[in-house]
């Protein structure tokens, strides 16, 4: 794993996985610091380099009336207080060329959206901010096509980049994860995987994506086992109450025990290997 990229990311001399987790959406500093602080204190135990992850916009919503968020600044200013108030890094999502630039003055990594993945321009702008780049694998896209999408990163003049799998849509409302891939796309880039979204059940009647939380640790665990670099999780205290994506969020609650499974997991893989 390379997570060394990140000047300020502890514990980079451990033999774990390195963990991106938090809301999926900023909707207030309580909030925020109240998750950031939870993650901090588990991860610092287990020797987990932690990197804070929250939108400070959505842009990609079911429904015109869906939370997008609570102003563009005002969350960015949020993110960076995490940042300063825990001394660990951050990423957030951007949307448009004009996004990399503005979030690249608050946060430590520029997360492509999986459905924004082939927007050349957008990556591009992203890679010349210099910050790490991280590459959400399209739903629709095959493990050997996001070769192209790290190239765009790295001819950019930027070497620092991972990719993170979210799942392949092989049907209309449903996700599934082919770890078969995991091995192909470490040959571009370190791997994450997005153990939340992978549960997603997008595109419900109701406009609001529904779940499977109940198969995050089944998840978590076989992503480990296949390898992966890194594991991506949304939280959240109140997953039922959280204005993005509650349907499949892991409730804080449950944060501390799935990451010492998965500590112990990786510590089993390792000595296999």
């Excluded at 448009?96 to 003055?105: C, K, T």
Aim: proline share 4%; with cysteine.
């Amino acid at each position: 794993m390379d997570v060394t990229v990140i000047p300020q990311i502890k514990h980079t001399d451990s033999k774990n996985f390195f963990l991106l987790s938090g809301p999926c959406a900023i909707e207030g500093e309580e909030m925020a610091l109240r998750i950031a602080e939870k993650i901090v204190n588990v991860t610092d135990r287990l020797k987990i380099p932690y990197v804070f992850k929250g939108s400070f916009k959505k842009a990609n919503r079911s429904r015109v009336d869906s939370f997008t968020g609570i102003g563009d600044i005002k969350a960015l200013k949020i993110l960076r207080k995490v940042s300063e108030t825990f001394k660990v890094p951050t990423i957030t999502d951007i949307h448009q060329e004009s996004d990399a630039d503005m979030a690249a003055e608050y946060v430590d990594v520029l997360q492509i959206p999986a459905f924004l993945v082939r927007q050349t321009d957008l990556i591009v702008a992203a890679a010349k901010t210099g910050k790490v780049v991280n590459l959400k694998k399209g739903q629709f896209m095959s493990p050997e096509s996001m070769k192209h999408a790290v190239t765009k990163v790295t001819d950019s003049g930027n070497d620092r980049v991972w990719i993170t799998d979210r799942g392949t849509m092989f049907g209309y409302q449903d996700m599934v994860v082919d770890f078969r891939g995991i091995p192909t796309m470490k040959q571009y880039a370190p791997v994450v995987l997005d153990v939340t979204h992978s549960l997603q059940q997008p595109n419900q009647a109701s406009g609001v994506t529904g779940g499977r939380p109940e198969l995050i640790n089944t998840m978590a665990r076989a992503g480990i086992a296949a390898g992966v670099d890194g594991i991506f999780m949304e939280t959240h205290f109140d997953p039922a109450q959280a204005k993005s994506d509650g349907a499949n969020m892991l409730h804080l609650d449950h944060l501390e025990r799935l990451l010492t499974h998965l500590t112990a997991l990786r510590e089993t893989v390792n000595n296999l290997q």
